[in-house]
């Protein structure tokens, strides 16, 4: 189980270039009828992680907001002292502990590890006692690399409780964030806003409908324990539309588009200035000119006939066609190689084998759509069979 690498968050060094330094608006919380929306903004940090403000007892930690997990951990001050500076710590004094308990989570690029406690978890207004995860074992990656002070998962719980993927052992499984605070949203949905080489917004609870112009394309969930849904085809620039399905991981914990190897190959060779450094791991020249990527098409087909679970009367309403997502070629240019030779890395790299989805759609092509991650409840509440079904929303962002 613990080999078993649920989540990929935080490439190392895969990344997009030049955070932009606007202030970020107040968080809201608007309450109706004993139910909640929020609007919390994320700011882009370092140019590949998009960082959400919580509290945890009365103190803030900005974490990534992660929807290929479900925990929620924090660096803590029980742990080494040789953590980095600049990451807020939690001190598990003001929680209950779960003896007994422990998290393990591995990550794509990294791991965390520590005890468990439970304590007051606010996101946006909402506050819920949640499990709070003390890190006291974090990978170099996430500790020097990033400027984050934990990760707060939105994924499903994917078992017998969430703690990373040490489920079964568990005395006291706790239920996630989603779980914990959903009941109290108006809707039992959320949405990201990413934006490219800008800040975003994360709302809870509702669908700003200034955020996008044309109906939404719901793709259902089903039984994937992920926030994953099937893509139809893809395209490479204006080359031929390929018609292949694949299990796409949508998630906002990973920076880049991790596509099959070949798949990879080909979108590089089409742009002629691409510099192959090793298997999956391109780069490109900063300057889009230049550097002249071709856009990169997913398409999405709603299962016929189309059937979502929440239709809002102001949405704009439900697509029933085939939708291509398109993913503008500059997006692809990423940070800077470190070297100071113009190259920046591409974002996109190789899908390594054996996992429970063929491809991840990660903040690059996040930032290309308003995204609704929907639980499919019209009532805020996680349904029993939760989470057989769910479904995710995609619709073009106003220029
Ligand atoms: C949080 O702040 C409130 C108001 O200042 C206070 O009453 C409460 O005791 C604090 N809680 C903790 C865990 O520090
Ligand atoms: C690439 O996508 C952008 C945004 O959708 C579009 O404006 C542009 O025309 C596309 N470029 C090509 C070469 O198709
Ligand atoms: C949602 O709440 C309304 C009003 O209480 C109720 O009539 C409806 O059955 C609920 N829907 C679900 C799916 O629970």
């Given at each position: 189980m613990i080999s078993q690498v649920l989540v990929v968050s935080l490439l190392a060094g895969a990344g997009l270039a030049v955070p932009l330094n606007d202030d970020s608006a107040a968080q809201s919380a608007i309450v109706t009828g004993g139910k909640v929306t929020a609007s919390i903004p994320t700011t882009l940090t370092e140019g590949?992680?998009?960082?959400?403000?919580?509290?945890?007892?009365?103190?803030?930690?900005?974490?990534?907001?992660?929807?290929?997990?479900?925990?929620?951990?924090?660096?803590?001050?029980?742990?080494?002292?040789?953590?980095?500076?600049?990451?807020?710590?939690?001190?598990p004094k003001s929680g209950t502990k779960l003896n007994g308990a422990s998290f393990d989570i591995n990550y794509g690029s990294g791991f965390a590890k520590g005890d468990v406690y439970t304590d007051k978890v606010t996101l946006g207004g909402i506050t819920v006692t949640q499990a709070v995860e003390c890190a006291t074992s974090?990978?170099?990656?996430?500790?020097?690399?990033h400027k984050l002070d934990g990760i707060l998962g939105v994924g499903f719980n994917s078992g017998g409780g969430v703690f990373g993927i040490l489920q079964t052992d568990q005395p006291d499984p706790q239920m996630t964030l989603v779980e914990n605070a959903f009941p109290q949203l108006v809707s039992g949905l959320f949405t990201a806003d990413l934006n490219f080489n800008q800040n975003g917004v994360y709302n809870f609870g509702y669908i700003d409908q200034a955020r996008f112009t044309t109906p939404i394309t719901y793709m259902p969930v089903r039984n994937f324990n992920n926030w994953i849904v099937e893509t139809s085809g893809y395209q490479i620039g204006n080359n031929g539309a390929q018609s292949v399905t694949w299990k796409a991981l949508i998630d906002t914990g990973t920076t880049n588009v991790l596509l099959p190897p070949s798949v990879v190959d080909a979108y590089f060779a089409a742009a002629p200035q691409a510099k192959k450094q090793s298997e999956g791991v391109y780069y490109v020249p900063c300057d889009a000119t230049?550097?002249?990527l071709p856009n990169f098409t997913i398409t999405f087909t709603p299962p016929q006939p189309v059937a979502s679970?929440?239709?809002?009367?102001?949405?704009?309403?439900?697509?029933?066609?085939?939708?291509?997502?398109v993913i503008p070629g500059k997006y692809f240019i990423g940070n800077p190689t470190g070297k100071n030779d113009g190259m920046c890395q591409g974002g996109m790299n190789n899908m390594g084998a054996e996992q429970p989805w063929d491809i991840i759609l990660g903040d690059v092509f996040l930032m290309t759509q308003l995204v609704v991650f929907d639980v499919a409840d019209p009532n805020g509440s996680v349904d029993s069979s939760y989470p057989s079904h769910g479904q995710i929303g995609f619709a073009p962002k106003p220029a």
């Open positions: 590949v992680e998009w960082l959400v403000p919580i509290q945890v007892a009365n103190k803030t930690f900005n974490v990534q907001l992660d929807t290929g997990s479900a925990d929620l951990w924090l660096f803590c001050t029980e742990g080494p002292q040789n953590v980095e500076s600049g990451h807020n710590q939690y001190d974090v990978d170099d990656t996430d500790d020097n690399d230049t550097a002249a679970f929440i239709q809002p009367s102001s949405s704009g309403g439900i697509n029933t066609r085939p939708y291509n997502a």
